[in-house]
Structure formats: C-alpha cells, structure tokens
Nanobody, 123 residues
Framework: VQLQASGGGLVQAGGSLRLSCAASGRTFSSYLMGWFRQVPGKEREFVARISGSGGIIYYIDSVKGRFTISRDNAKNMVYLQMNSLKPDDTAVYYC?????????????????WGQGTQVTVSS
C-alpha cells in the first residue's frame, strides 16, 4: 500500500483545512486508517483513526468536536476535516494504515505511512 497525503497549508486560528490521503491497492477497505502529527523534537502523536468500514472512529481529546475523520472506500481515500484550528495544531500530519486493524494509537503498529503534509496555524 502506498499512501499520499495532501491538503496542508497555512491558515489563521479558527480556520479550517481538509487533509486527504490517497491509497493504492485493492484491499484498502480492510485497513484501519489513522492520522498522526509531529512537531520537531517531539514524538509522532496519534490524532484519529477509523475502521475499515468507517463504523468505528476514535479521536484524541484535544481534537474532539473540531476534527472529523472519514473515508471513501470506493475512492481509496481517507480524510481529516479540521475546523476551529489552533496554533497548537501546527505540525506535519501523516496518514497511516494498519493492515491488521489493531485499533491502536501506537505509531509503530501501523504498517504503511504517507509522506506527511505541513499544517501551520497562525495566531
């Protein structure tokens, strides 16, 4: 599986961005998908995950009510809609795929990673 993330950019606090992640492969719908973010000098942080069917979703507390993860299995796409953005959301965002569907927030459990897209939120 190859993943390609896009949609990052510079936005003012309170603004919105929609990240997209395009996946290759015919088994995309079987993969649990996650979004992570990382700032320089810190470990990669889990943000959200969505099950293969899209029926099970989980967010970290700091993004609940502001971010929405979704997927379109027909298009091999996963999205992260980010609203009410804050400067603390500034990071490189990565999409990742877990082929075993382990419902974990641990980065090393994910098998495939996109290249990352920069999100910068100005105050």
């Amino acid at each position: 599986v190859q993943l390609q993330a896009s949609g990052g950019g510079l936005v003012q606090a309170g603004g919105s961005l929609r990240l997209s992640c395009a996946a290759s492969g015919r088994t995309f719908s079987s993969y649990l998908m996650g979004w992570f973010r990382q700032v320089p000098g810190k470990e990669r942080e889990f943000v959200a995950r969505i099950s293969g069917s899209g029926g099970i979703i989980y967010y970290i507390d700091s993004v609940k009510g502001r971010f929405t993860i979704s997927r379109d299995n027909a298009k091999n796409m996963v999205y992260l809609q980010m609203n009410s953005l804050k400067p603390d959301d500034t990071a490189v965002y990565y999409c990742a795929a877990d082929r075993l569907g382990r419902y974990t927030s641990i980065a090393r459990a994910y098998d495939y990673w996109g290249q990352g897209t920069q999100v910068t939120v100005s105050s």
